[in-house]
């Protein structure tokens, strides 16, 4: 079980499984390893760390701190009160059929080739910044339109991809998960299709700026020092310097991403703007810039699973976002996403294959073989919705991570599987 822990409660004989407030390459502050000895914690505990995330499964307890399911109940009490009280999380979606579920395999590989062809067109506007060509962000429009689309289909698809995708340009990966996850949200507010069509240009060319940042310094694993910080920080001003007078840019692109690093206490950057200050959409950038953060893998880390990210995001509500977007974007992407993986208190793995939106803890999930090899209760390849099993103890989630953790090919697991009937 994941818990999350005070570092004062930190003791020899747990397994770290990560801390997510600290960016350093030290190897004592890295997730996934034991602690063997007190001074390894008192190393920990004098390099600014507060909480982390042990896992009592791999190393000991500890009798304080919450769960990993009283987090997920907090989180979800908070989405249920945003949402209209307990009417909406009462309320069961309508049951799910074979062919339903079968068809979010199709839309997956549907939308893995568009964001591929998106991928290659923001490579090369990347490119021709990096060889000072002139940029031209209309080519990407009609990509844009077509995953715009998409995401009108079927959102749990292009959620999995943004979630999963890997590649080894880490600034074009990231570009285009931005990209995806802000037309996700502005759409999932309602947003008119202009909008949302801007929004994905914007978020693919958020971070342009980073080519005239030293790879050394992007790249550095270790604490950045201010000078390197405020190196970094001028990323905004260069990608505004290299998109002035570029075809397709509109002026809402424009102030998208000028924003993506302002926050409405007035402690972000490049102008420390607070309040209403900030546009709509430039908090909005901001929240999907670090949710896509935090669920990434680094050298010094591996990826940190989407609900201690959400959990983070509802940590800065009203301080770095205003409260409901945050709690917005988590009803866009849901608790535990399309494509990550769950351990049930039976002993079963499975693969979350769509999410219901009216029970965002209740997602339908697809068995997989066990990471051992040999199979629990449930025989792999069963479609489980977890909704009309709410009530079975076995049916309860005691463990989320990233699919990255085992080896298999969700685009290979998605498409097939039988429908377990209800109880
Ligand atoms: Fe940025």
Redesign the pocket.
């Known amino acids: 079980m994941i818990k999350k822990i005070s570092v004062s409660d930190l003791q020899p004989g747990m397994h770290i499984h990560s801390i997510v407030d600290v960016v350093s390459s030290d190897p004592l502050l890295r997730g996934n390893r034991l602690v063997h000895s007190s001074s390894e914690v008192r190393h920990i505990q004098s390099h600014g760390v507060k909480e982390l995330f042990i896992d009592t499964d791999k190393g000991d307890d500890t009798r304080s701190g919450p769960s990993f399911a009283e987090i997920s109940a907090t989180l979800q009490d908070q989405i249920r009160e945003l949402a209209g009280g307990d009417a909406v999380a009462k309320e069961a979606p309508p049951p799910q059929t074979e062919t339903e579920l079968h068809r979010i395999g199709a839309e997956i590989e549907e939308a893995s080739q568009l964001v591929h062809e998106a991928s290659l067109m923001v490579g090369e506007i990347m490119k021709d910044a990096r060889m000072g060509r002139n940029i031209d962000a209309r080519p990407i429009s009609e990509p844009i339109r077509q995953m715009k689309e998409m995401i009108e289909r079927s959102p749990d698809a292009m959620i999995a991809l943004a979630l999963l995708r890997k590649s080894d340009d880490e600034t074009l990966r990231h570009s285009l998960n931005v990209g995806i996850l802000l037309m996700l949200f502005t759409r999932s507010l309602g947003m008119n299709s202009t909008v949302v069509e801007q929004a994905g240009t914007a978020g693919f060319l958020?971070?342009i700026g980073k080519i005239r940042i030293p790879d050394s310094l992007l790249n550095k694993k270790g604490k950045l020092n201010p000078g390197e910080l405020s190196v970094i920080r001028q990323?905004?001003k260069h990608a505004l310097q290299l998109l002035d007078g570029t075809p397709g840019l509109t002026p809402l692109m424009t102030t998208i991403i000028k924003q993506?690093?302002e926050r409405i206490d007035g402690s972000g950057y490049p102008h420390g703007l607070s309040g209403s200050n900030i546009h709509k959409l430039g908090q909005m950038v901001g929240i999907v810039?670090v949710y896509d953060a935090i669920t990434s893998k680094r050298s010094y880390r591996g990826p940190i699973e989407s609900h201690i990210a959400l959990r983070e995001i509802m940590r800065w509500a009203g301080t770095l976002f205003t409260q409901s977007l945050c709690e917005q974007f988590i009803r866009c992407i849901g608790i535990y996403p399309v494509g990550s993986l769950l351990e049930l208190r039976n002993g079963t793995f499975a693969l979350v294959i769509q999410n219901n939106r009216s029970a965002l803890l209740h997602p339908v999930i697809k068995t997989i073989k066990t990471p051992a090899g040999n199979t629990a209760d449930d025989t792999p390849g069963q479609m489980i919705d977890l909704n009309m099993f709410r009530d079975q103890p076995g049916y309860s989630i005691v463990n989320h991570r990233f699919v990255h953790d085992i080896n298999i090919d969700i685009l290979e697991e998605m498409p097939s599987g039988t429908l377990l009937s209800t109880p």
């Open positions: 958020h971070d990323h905004v993506h690093h810039d």
